[in-house]
């Protein structure tokens, strides 16, 4: 099977004035379909850059990087922004709602762009908040609230989920919902997910963990026997 | 450290501040050259009377013998009075088949300080013995005369030459008409010649007679008493008119027009710096919101309150100082060309501008003024936070549906960006106010000058078209019967239709309201002086009672069914009075006029057939013809030809529309900048969620449409709200114009409206456009990985 995304070489700096920032540098990887991928290293490792090049929130600075053999290095803000229209969904540490619509509206925001949406009713269903979609995000809980992030990222059913730090904010029983709302969108509509994360522990439910230090892939474990999210524990 | 945080916080949004000073400079810009323009053609007016010893007292007498001057000279109250001779004759100038008047006037070269004395600029003394000239200097200047030049004349129906000696300025003529009802001072048809007593007596055949006084008064001697000793004196010799200085065509016309532009720079300057407060205020208010946390930790670390507002307040006092400054300067530089202009109409010497510190100073003074105070206003909350307060977001949003997601059929039209868009509306209403007031304002600075346009050319034309139909008046130079002439003007080849006018000059009272107009006596069934009502129909000059303009009866107080005291000089008795009844009021907006049938203006007189010009319709190719015939003619004064005249008119009316298109400018920025400040206040409020839909994939576009339904929904309803506003800046704008020779009719024109439509849509679409690059611009990443 051919990986969805390929990155050879792919590195990004940041120029500050005089100074140059490595954030990322030389990392190669080939992720496919369906999988359950975990990112773990230290703060300011490039975890986060690596992500957004991946999801296409910021151009490469050198290096390549494929979705199904299409360039994303080449591609230029109206490309990165089709590709994240109909491919990514993004879910962050910050839920990033819009605090002037309501659950319900929230979500049609991603699902009206969307080229193959989930019905929004479904998504609600699936993340519990049926009974919620009137309520606007200052009536939610914090967990309520990634809830509704994630059930929006979802919503647009993009081939790739892409989360920084989605448990970051949230309580142990609330991120462990999180997280089986993630496993489940991976295993029923086979999609690629993609977590960052801090917590070792989440890594034992990934297909495989990526290692990241000073800007570089070390390496990658794969994991023969993912554990359920509910056995998750830290 | 805190410099550097407003320099960088200045940075950051340098657009939004730059468009605020903009707003202030415009403002500024009108102030200080408006008030510097006011204060040269007050300089050079007053100067320029002192020098000139101008009269305060002018009168018209059919002849007065010279000699009863140096008793009139004794009056109570008259400090110097002359005696003069002023006649209009026509010039003979080669390849010229136009009518050109002459005005000659008697001087007494032997005499020091003359009233109303020439400035001589070029040319030599008169001399009293020779048929010498001074002529004014826009005449000579039109008509490329040269000094010793000889031009030929024809005065008493006789041919006479005249030399030039010299060229200059009059305090009498410095707006030239020839008669109250012109519009423009036309120095291709209209000149002022000087010339010696002696001579101008021989010229005209007058004796030893003269028809014209002006007298100086001394000082605190009030001019109404004098007129009341003079009147008696002159009535025995045919007083026709006796008016003050306020009431001299010339002096009339540059006081109001001073006057206009008075209320212009008190008014206009401030609804500007209003619009740059507003922004000031809501930029302020936007920064302390967002910068909570900041203010929390300044006052944690021990920052006084008195600090912290420094802080807060130099950005004001930065943004009003270079608005200030800039402002001031464009606009003492703009008045070095504004002073030039109104050295083609004002014909004075000294009208020049020069660097004024006063104006610059008070202009940042303004400035500052409303910078501090709407910043101020705007960072006052972030004073009052307690640090631990402060450092705590604000209260959350709470959610709460809004009248209109209740009428369901619009809330389900809409898109979600429509909603976000509605709401936002209603969670900040001053914002959505200051929006709806900017470009209700703008709107209006829009339509207004466009208005006033159209209206002006279709009062001129109007004039020329519908009311005053005639080819050619022919205004005669005695008022009395005139018989033959008009049996002649009948029997010319090429003639269509011959009407009899009189314009009586007469004072209207009622009740203690008081007024000098001109009283016109057309035939019942005139053809060639239309009058029309509000609705544009004719209306017969009545054969019992009269019929006065609308501003007529405003200023005294008139309505219909009342009745009016009709003075006149040319009453066959002068000491009485008739009463006549008002049993029309019309719109009239060239001139102050009242209406009567002829014959019973004769009637009411006293009189027997007066008429003091005739109206002709005749085939346009007779014309010329008939002014040669008659120009020589003693019987006649003057031969207008209305489509000559029309033309000088149009030529002028095109000088004039630059004003306009510098006022549409104004008002384009002015949207501009409310429109692109209010969408980079919503960016940075908004740049979270702005960004998040950014990474789900919108297009920048669709991102901003958020931002754009919000301004294109208040701005629907805002240029709804700036027609009414229109109409009230018109209103406004009509009272402090409208004056005796032209009162400004208060109509909207359709055609003004829709430009103002679309020119405020296009300033706003072209805000959009610009704000939409910085949404490009913006950091995903950076925006999304901070807390909220
Ligand atoms: N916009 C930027 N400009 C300059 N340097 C940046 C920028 N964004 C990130 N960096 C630098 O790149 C490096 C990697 O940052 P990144 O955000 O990817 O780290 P991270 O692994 O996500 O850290 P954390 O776990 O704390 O979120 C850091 O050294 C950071 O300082
Ligand atoms: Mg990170």
Redo the contacts with the bound molecule.
Sequence with gaps: MAPILVAKNLS?S???GEIR????KDVDFEIYKGEFIVIL????????????MIGGMDQVSAGELYYKGNPLHTADLKKLTLFRRHTVGFVFQFYNLMPNLNTYENISLATEIAEDPLSIETVLEEVGLSDRAQHFPSQLSGGQQQRVALARAIAKNPDILLC??PTGALDFQTSIQVLKLLKRFCENYEKTVII?T?NAGIAKMAHRVFY?KD?QLTHIDHNENPVPPEAVSW | MLRKKVIRDLKENKGAYIACITVIVLGLIIFTSFSMVIDNLHLAQTRFYNQQNFADGFAEIQAIPYSEMDHLKKLKGIDNLQGRLVKDVKLVLKDQDKNIYLRLISIDPTQENNINEMVLSQGIPLDRQEMNIWVDNKFFETHQLKLAQEIEIIASGKKKNLRIVGMGKSPEYIYALRTANDLFPTPETFGIAWMPLERMKTLLGTGETVNNIVFTLKPNTDYKDVEELLIPELKPYGLKNIFARKDQTSHLILTQEIQGLEAMARSVPLLFLAVAGMILYIMLKRMVQQQRGQIGILKAFGYTRREIRRHYLSYALIIGTIGGVIGGLLGIWLSFPFTTLYQIYFNMPGLNSQFSLKYFVMGILLSLVFAIFAGYQGCKKALTLQPAEAMRPPAPHRGKKIILEKVSFFWQMLTVQGKMAIRNMTRNPGRSLFILLGIAFTFSLLALPWSMKDLSQQIIFDQFEKIETYDVKVALSHPLPQKKVIWELNHFPGMKRVETRADIPVTLKHNWYKKDVVLIGLPQNSHLYNILDETGHKMAPPKNGILISGRLAKLLNMEVGHSITVESLMMKDPETTSKVTVVGIIPQYLGLNAYMEIEALNTLLGQKNITTSIMLRMNESDIPALQKAYNQSSAIDAIDHQASMLAQIKELMASTSATIYIMLLFGIITGFTVVYNSAIITLSERNRELASMMVMGMTPAEVLSVITFEQWFIGFFAMILGIPLTQLMLIGMAQSVSNDVYSMPTEMTAMSLLYAFLLTSGSIWLAQKIAAKKIKKL?L??VL?SKE
């Design positions: 990004k940041y120029q500050m920032v490595d954030a990322l290293g230290p703060s300011g490792s490039g975890k986060s850059t690596l992500l957004n920084d730090e960052i801090h990241i800007g | 950091d990443v950076e990985k």
